[in-house]
């Protein structure tokens, strides 16, 4: 995990909202209207690495000295850090280094790969990631860009929730937002303090959630089950993440495999939206009722990188799902 001293704040996310504004044009923001009741959905999917990670990615990076750009990034994910941080790196012409799952889907590794970026793969379960991670700064000196427990990464992703007080002309009375470290969560609740922010994650992996229960890192277990949100599943918060959310942010609501599949479906029949299973996961939690929405809830899709094969499947009216 990171050290860093810095803390993030409210005056951090404004400065990464006006650095993504001089290079990214706002997310949609789309009325959607669930039960009798029309909100709002933030289309981080749309972002042009299909997911809200580049804003952490190019606030992170295009703060680097130049002795630190000259040294490289490393970064540890799934698929949506990794083309983050790879996009701002190639933009600014850093080198970078991802650390990705074997087991990642091939949608997301061939991404990063295309973005220039080397990839070392990892045994999940059975390696640390953090640990391989490790050994390659030990080795090279580049700089850790992780993927939520740094503060410019979660001042970069709360620079959504600056892009959605300006589209809705006030503050939201709730963000609904996918949870897997916790970044994306925290960030918004530095950009958007009056609002109720709720962090959603998969049943078993609501390490966020128990952690703001227990006011204490949580680590998944062993033999935490299979989930189909690949991009929320770290094995755990960290410190840097838990001490903005608390009392800043409501513990997570959590969703199943099926739940996911359903807001997948509505969000393409609904919205003509493609959106991965970790990128639905608080629609699900909206439409379920698990989170009450009102006309000033804004519910975030926060990653489109999904494989033709899998989508196809859940989309198809007759889908058989044995996983």
């Not at 061939?110 to 030990?138: F, H, K, M, Q, S």
């Not at 001042?155 to 006030?170: D, F, H, R």
């Not at 698990?290 to 989508?311: C, P, Q, R, Y």
Request: net charge negative.
């Amino acid at each position: 995990m990171n050290t860093h001293t810095r803390t993030p704040t409210r005056d951090g996310v404004i400065e990464a909202a006006r650095k993504a504004a001089e290079i990214l044009p706002p997310t949609p923001l789309l009325p959607v209207e669930i039960g009798d009741v029309r909100c709002w959905v933030k289309a981080e999917s749309l972002q042009p690495i299909g997911a809200f990670k580049i804003r952490g990615g190019w606030h992170r990076l295009s703060d680097l000295t130049g002795a630190e750009k000259a040294r490289g990034v490393v970064a540890v994910s799934s698929g949506n850090h990794a083309q983050g941080v790879a996009w701002a790196a190639r933009r600014l012409g850093i080198k970078a280094t991802i650390v990705m799952p074997r087991d990642a889907p091939q949608v997301k590794l061939d991404a990063t790969r295309a973005l220039g970026a080397e990839i070392v793969l990892y045994n999940r379960p059975g390696e640390d990631r953090d640990e391989v991670a490790a050994g390659i700064i030990a080795e090279t000196g580049a700089v850790l860009v992780h993927a939520f427990a740094d503060p410019w990464v979660i001042e970069g992703q709360g620079s959504a929730g600056i892009e959605i007080v300006q589209q809705l002309a006030q503050e939201p009375s709730r963000i609904v937002a996918c949870c897997g470290g916790g970044g994306l969560a925290a960030g918004l609740s530095l950009a958007c303090p009056d609002a109720e922010i709720v962090p959603v994650e998969p049943v078993g992996w609501d390490m966020v959630g128990q952690a703001l229960r227990a006011g204490a890192i949580v680590r998944a277990p062993q033999d935490a089950p299979k989930t189909i949100c690949d991009a929320l599943q770290p094995p755990a918060t960290a410190e840097i993440n838990l001490s903005v959310l608390k009392g800043r942010s409501e513990p997570s609501v959590t969703v199943t495999d099926d739940e996911v599949r359903a807001a997948q479906r509505f969000a393409f029949s609904k919205l003509q939206l493609v959106v991965e299973p970790g990128g639905a996961a608080a629609l699900a939690a909206a439409l379920t009722g698990k989170v009450a929405v009102d006309e000033h809830t804004v519910i975030m899709l926060t990653g489109g990188n999904t494989d033709a094969e899998s989508f196809a499947r859940t989309i198809a009216p007759s889908a058989n799902h044995p996983d």
